[in-house]
């Protein structure tokens, strides 16, 4: 099998070990396979691919797509490192307002799964960072919320001292004021 899927401590949440295949040529690997994600309960079907080139030190998130067009997303790093972080906003979770951060990059290959229900976002550890993610809907303005990065209540680590957030990022509505997905 070339992937090997590892449960979070939150529930829903997957981390992907893809299989890479090295030689004197280079390195090959499969990064999806349906019929092996839905054996791992991943059944969403993907309908828009995003991709994002980034500097050091820049924070993306936390974001999250309401209903009627909730995304799931399978998100990876292709070149660089990044602090993949999901907060789990799901109205009625044991692990409700918890967060977790994963470290993504070019040697690892890791692939995260995060269901629909989590705010996310990331944050670009080395000089430059190129991160793609597959979504379950395509993007609709009119369902975007999120949660500023910065968020005293969920205190999370981003581990940079001077964080690059885009206007728009930072006039999200802290956590208190954030209605839970449901």
Sequence with gaps: MPFEFEKANIEGVLLIKPKVFFDERGFFLETYKKSQFLEAGISEDFFQDNFSFSKKGVVRG?????????????VRCIKGEILDVVVD???NSNTF???LSFELNDSNQHILYVPEGFLHGFVVLSDAAIVHYKASNEYCPDCEDGVIFNDKTLNIDWKVQKPIVS???????????FEAYK
């Design 62 to 74: 936390l974001h999250l797509q309401r209903k009627p067009k909730p995304q799931s997303k399978l």
């Design 167 to 177: 206007q728009k990022d930072m006039l999200l509505k802290n956590f208190l004021e």
């Design 89 to 91: 906003v799901r109205l």
């Design 97 to 99: 307002g918890k967060w």
